[in-house]
Nanobody, 125 residues
């Protein structure tokens, strides 16, 4: 597909779990880093987690550290975000992002080249 595609979003109660997936677009070829961002209504897009090409280096926003896990399966061109112990403030549209390169991506959305259309996550209190 021309654009990365996220899936797995939905409505969940606080304390629950969701697993997001991102199938990288056909335009993403070669070695690339990936990341997850989220955007709540009226707020800027914010960094959630990032992973390098080989999957052995990860980085998380302080607000999700210890509860979210990012991973990838390069054979399937797919990235995942396991979200546990969800809180209402996690509500928003979650986007996957890719950028060429092996190393760990940055927290800035400006450094990523390709974005998915997003998947809605709503955590009720």
């Amino acid at each position: 597909q021309e654009q990365s595609v996220e899936s797995g979003g939905g409505l969940v109660q606080a304390g629950g779990s969701l697993r997001l997936s991102c199938a990288a677009s056909s335009r993403t070829a070669g070695i690339y880093r990936m990341g997850w961002f989220r955007q709540a209504p009226g707020l800027e897009r914010e960094f959630v987690a990032a992973i390098n090409w080989s999957g052995d280096s990860t980085m998380y926003a302080d607000s999700v550290k210890g509860r979210f896990t990012i991973s990838r399966d390069n054979a399937k061109n797919t990235m995942y975000l396991q979200m546990n112990s969800l809180k209402p403030e996690a509500t928003g549209v979650y986007y996957c992002a890719t950028a060429r390169g092996y190393g760990l991506g940055s927290r800035s959305p400006l450094t990523y080249d390709d974005w998915g259309q997003g998947t809605q996550v709503t955590v009720s209190s």
